[in-house]
């Protein structure tokens, strides 16, 4: 059985860190892309950080460039999203998810083969 669990998230304030981490089981990490998307209220879910399973060099939404990093532990089996500097504009529900193809950014939703439980994120300003 394939799960992503994730963990971290919280309350914070404007201008904290918050790291979110999620694990593959049932899985390898190497050989997949990765990514962190996001769910803000009423909004859709959007990609914020991906990584390619073939490149190092990730895709970072406009909106969290110089705050956020994705990076992934592949002997842990495990992805991470380093948030700093965080804003109220990024309150959501983080999700995590692994595809089996390369991608160059974020690539659309229905494309990823597994999702995470997804985790609040709450920025008070």
């Known amino acids: 059985q394939v799960q992503l669990v994730q963990s971290g998230g919280g309350l914070v304030q404007s201008g904290e860190s918050l790291r979110l981490s999620c694990e593959l089981s049932?899985?390898?990490?190497?050989?997949?892309?990765i990514g962190w998307f996001r769910q803000a209220p009423g909004k859709e879910r959007e990609g914020v950080s991906c990584?390619?399973?073939?490149?190092?060099?990730?895709y970072i939404d406009e909106s969290v460039k110089d705050r956020f990093t994705v990076s992934r532990d592949n002997a842990k089996n495990t992805m991470y999203l380093q948030m700093d500097n965080l804003k109220s504009e990024d309150t959501g529900v983080y999700y995590c998810?692994?595809?089996?193809?390369?991608?160059?950014?974020?690539?659309?939703?229905?494309?990823?083969?597994?999702w995470g439980q997804g985790t609040q994120v709450t920025v008070s300003p």
């Open positions: 049932g899985r390898t990490l190497e050989g997949y892309s």
């Open positions: 998810a692994v595809g089996q193809f390369p991608t160059r950014n974020c690539a659309p939703l229905s494309w990823w083969n597994f």
């Open positions: 990584l390619s399973r073939d490149d190092n060099r990730p």
